[in-house]
Structures are given as structure tokens and as C-alpha cells.
């Protein structure tokens, strides 16, 4: 199970890219409304999140946490403290978390990118704390998967593809979708 989480203000291409992917290759992923199951993203379309945040469960069946960014999207994550007792969970137990835009500002703010190769959107490098921060499009270090923003969301959703079934079917998916990347 992937729980993609959505928060007011969320960036509608960041979260819904890597659920297209990650359903494209049969990986079970439901989105959260942080606080509600109708959640307006940052242009304005409201999504019907699977599932509210109540309704999560953190057990053995988690394979990974996903936060999309966007503002305010970001800021009301971080500020849900079931979003960052989900994602500390997933961190403890050495499971995927994957973050894109200003989303991994959490991450840094959390600790949980020391030493790690991180990347966030453009102006958001400073709160990467103890990143090894190198520009790049998207980053895979560990547990952890960074992405810059909504340009490269479908790149992003097939690393984490990649992570959770391996490198043979992102591939497929990726050709299946045209990617260039």
C-alpha cells in the first residue's frame, strides 16, 4: 500500500503523475485528504481524495509515503502532524518516501536528508538541511526519492516505480507512456 497524501494548495500534476505511473504498474495507491476527501488543488481542481487521513493505517502493509508539493499544499502538510507521524513511520523502518517540489523541505526540516543527494524546486535548496544537493532533476538515495517539480512529476513517478518494482517494469510503463526521460 502507497499513501499519496493531498492537502489544500497541493500541485495537481505533482500528485496525480505519480499516481497514474505507480497504478499503470500495479502498485496499490490511495490517495489521503490530509484534512478532508474533497481537497482543492493549487490551480483550483478539486480531487476527491480515496480515502481521508482517519481512515490510514500505519502497519506492515505501507510500502511507501508520497507528498506532493505545490503551495500551500507543502505548508499544510508539514503543518498535519498525521502526515509527519506517517512519514517519521516510514523513515524509522527504512520505507519509501518520496517527496517532489517544495515537498522535501519537509523532509530537510524532519532531519531525515543528511548525507542523503536531495533535490527540491528552485529556491527551496536551503531547507534541504544536510542534503548533498547536486541541481538534479530527480534523486534517489536510500529510502528516500526528491524530485524539482511538476515538469519531470511523471520521471519522478517512474523512479518510485522503479523502487517498488523494480527497474524492468518502469521501463515498460515508460515506454507505454511516451516518456522522453
Same mark, same amino acid.
Given at each position: %500500500?502507497?499513501?499519496?497524501?493531498?492537502?489544500?494548495?497541493? =500541485?495537481?500534476? =505533482?500528485?496525480?503523475?505519480?499516481?497514474? !505511473?505507480?497504478? *499503470?504498474?500495479?502498485?496499490?495507491?490511495? /490517495?489521503?485528504?490530509?484534512? &478532508?476527501?474533497?481537497?482543492?488543488?493549487? #490551480?483550483?481542481?478539486?480531487?476527491?481524495?480515496?480515502?481521508? !487521513?482517519?481512515? %490510514?493505517?500505519?502497519?506492515?502493509?505501507?510500502?511507501?509515503?508520497?507528498?506532493?508539493? +505545490?503551495?500551500?499544499? /507543502?505548508?499544510?502538510?508539514?503543518?498535519? &502532524?498525521?502526515?509527519?507521524?506517517?512519514?517519521?513511520?516510514?523513515? =524509522?523502518?527504512?520505507?519509501?518516501? +518520496?517527496?517532489? #517540489?517544495?515537498?522535501? &523541505?519537509?523532509?530537510?526540516?524532519?532531519? %531525515?536528508?543528511?548525507?542523503?543527494?536531495?533535490?527540491?524546486?528552485?529556491?527551496?535548496? /536551503?531547507?534541504?538541511?544536510?542534503?548533498?544537493?547536486?541541481?538534479?532533476?530527480?534523486?534517489?538515495?536510500?529510502?528516500?526519492? /526528491?524530485? *524539482?517539480? %511538476?515538469?519531470?512529476?511523471?520521471?519522478?513517478?517512474?523512479?518510485?516505480?522503479?523502487?517498488? *518494482?523494480?527497474?524492468?517494469? &518502469? =521501463?515498460?510503463?515508460?515506454?507505454?507512456?511516451? #516518456?522522453?526521460?
Amino acid at each position: %500500500m502507497v499513501y499519496l497524501f493531498l492537502a489544500e494548495g497541493f =500541485e495537481i500534476v =505533482e500528485a496525480l503523475a505519480p499516481v497514474d !505511473i505507480l497504478r *499503470r504498474g500495479k502498485v496499490e495507491i490511495v /490517495t489521503v485528504g490530509a484534512d &478532508s476527501k474533497a481537497v482543492k488543488s493549487s #490551480c483550483g481542481v478539486e480531487v476527491a481524495a480515496d480515502i481521508t !487521513i482517519d481512515e %490510514m493505517v500505519l502497519d506492515e502493509s505501507v510500502e511507501a509515503v508520497i507528498l506532493p508539493g +505545490g503551495m500551500p499544499g /507543502t505548508l499544510n502538510l508539514e503543518k498535519n &502532524s498525521k502526515v509527519i507521524e506517517a512519514v517519521k513511520y516510514c523513515f =524509522e523502518r527504512n520505507i519509501l518516501i +518520496g517527496a517532489i #517540489c517544495a515537498a522535501p &523541505s519537509i523532509l530537510g526540516h524532519l532531519g %531525515m536528508l543528511s548525507g542523503k543527494k536531495a533535490t527540491a524546486f528552485p529556491g527551496f535548496e /536551503t531547507a534541504l538541511e544536510g542534503a548533498v544537493y547536486n541541481n538534479g532533476y530527480v534523486e534517489h538515495d536510500g529510502n528516500i526519492v /526528491t524530485a *524539482r517539480g %511538476m515538469g519531470v512529476a511523471t520521471e519522478f513517478g517512474l523512479e518510485l516505480l522503479a523502487a517498488l *518494482r523494480g527497474k524492468g517494469l &518502469s =521501463e515498460k510503463v515508460k515506454a507505454s507512456v511516451q #516518456c522522453r526521460a
